[in-house]
């Protein structure tokens, strides 16, 4: 990465190398190296630690016999969106977690080895799967998200005609708009994008369900629908000075570094993000890549408490993220022009006492308030709830979180199914790509079994 000092211009050059991929990829010589370590167990855990359940041990055997296509199926076969997963899944604690050879040497880059054979799939221009049969159902997707792509491209393999509704120009949710591209360029959520609309599934981008079109015209024109809206921007963090320029939310500030060279002053600034989880993670990284000359990451809670993951952490560090633990915001303080200057905190101590999520409660400590200098303020506390959507469909929820049957994702309306962050509450593990590709899965088997009697409920790879 290109460090910038505060008298630089940004210019787009900058920009193009700055929010390139960071990570190499493996070369062939490397990938076939890579694939003749594993082990090829019988009965292999790490397919076990695999949310979509992905023949690892057979995608490497490929890799090892030069056979790409084959391990790209059986990849892309298992999850829809492969691609970027091999990129965003948090691998130490899923497959590469579970890979025996932890406790004899390290683990078999399975992330990585995924990325090599699907990476060929896309610059080689495949096309992995077919529809199947027409079988006369309709199916209407709302949300072209990971987990609304898996759901559509299962549907589409099973004969449904299925249309996806998108409220944005560009499908792909999160993976597109909303995961840094140093992390997850476009281009490779795009291809799997294609992938989907090659099987004859329709998708209509920048059609917001509940605007554009309203739930009862969908109730009335498909079988079924599947629910994929997943979650919104960041919610208010309810303190003074939240309206003062110089202040932005997480997920739009990543958004914007996603489809082009954002128009944001924090070039030679001092930024404080407040939060830590993945999106305060990306958010401060995305700062430093932006010309912040310090970004500081502020959370009332330890690193113990964070949700974001260790490599993430690690990684931040390196970038030359700051952390100021047991820290709250109180107030963001602003000029007579209206530009935040200083953001007013106060520290905190943790009480000993577990909170409903398992984790230790912080409480202020009285008298410790002080006052961080900082140019701008990133919000990265969580995400809105799609629950005016969630209403107009007349399905049950709490607060904002779809109540579904976990097994087939169908909600209190037989017609509706749900799948990925729409369904995530707190308390449930971690919102994941991989689990709402999965979740997705789910739902289309759910639903060919309902409206076609279908038993097929495959969980792993049939390639
Ligand atoms: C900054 C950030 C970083 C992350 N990093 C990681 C990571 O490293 N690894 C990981 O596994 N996960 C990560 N996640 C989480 C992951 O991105 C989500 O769990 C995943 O994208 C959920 O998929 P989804 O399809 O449910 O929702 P989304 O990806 O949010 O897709 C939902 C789609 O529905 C559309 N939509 C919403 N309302 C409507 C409507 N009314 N009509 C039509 N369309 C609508 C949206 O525009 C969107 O495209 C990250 C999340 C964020 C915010
Ligand atoms: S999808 Fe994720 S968890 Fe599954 S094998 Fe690939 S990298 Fe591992």
Redesign the pocket.
Known sequence: MERVSPLTVYTPDMFMRNFAEFEPGLTRKGAIEESNRCLYCYDAPCIKACPTGINIPSFIKRIATDNLKGAAMAIMDANPVGAS?SR???TEELCEGACVLNSASAPIEIGLLQRYATDWAAASGQTLFEAGLPNGKKVAV????????SAARELARKGFEVTV????PL??????????SF??PQSISLWEVEQVEKLGVAIHTG??????ITVEELKAEYDAIVL?????YVPPLGIEGERLSGVYD??EL?ETTKTGIPNLELMGRNVAVIGAG??A???ATCSIRLGAANVKMVYRRTRGEMTA?DF?YEFAKQEGVEFSWLTMPRRIVGDAEGHVTALECVRMKLTGETGKDGRLTPMPVEGSEFLLPVDAVVV?IG?NR?TE?IEALGIAHDRGVVAIDAATGRTSDPQIFA????V?GSGSG???????AQ??KNAAYAIAKQLLGWQDTVVGSAV
């Open positions: 997963c965003v899944c948090p709302i949300g072209g998200g990971p987990a609304g792509l509704y998108e409220a944005k499908a792909g949710g999160l993976n597109t708009h909303g995961i840094v992390r997850l059609v917001k369900v509940g605007v554009d994929a809206a997943g979650m919104g997480a997920i990543v993945n999106t993670i990306d958010a993951y993430e990265a995400q799609r959507l799948a990925g962050d729409i995530f971690e919102a994941m790509v991989v689990s709402a979740q997705g």
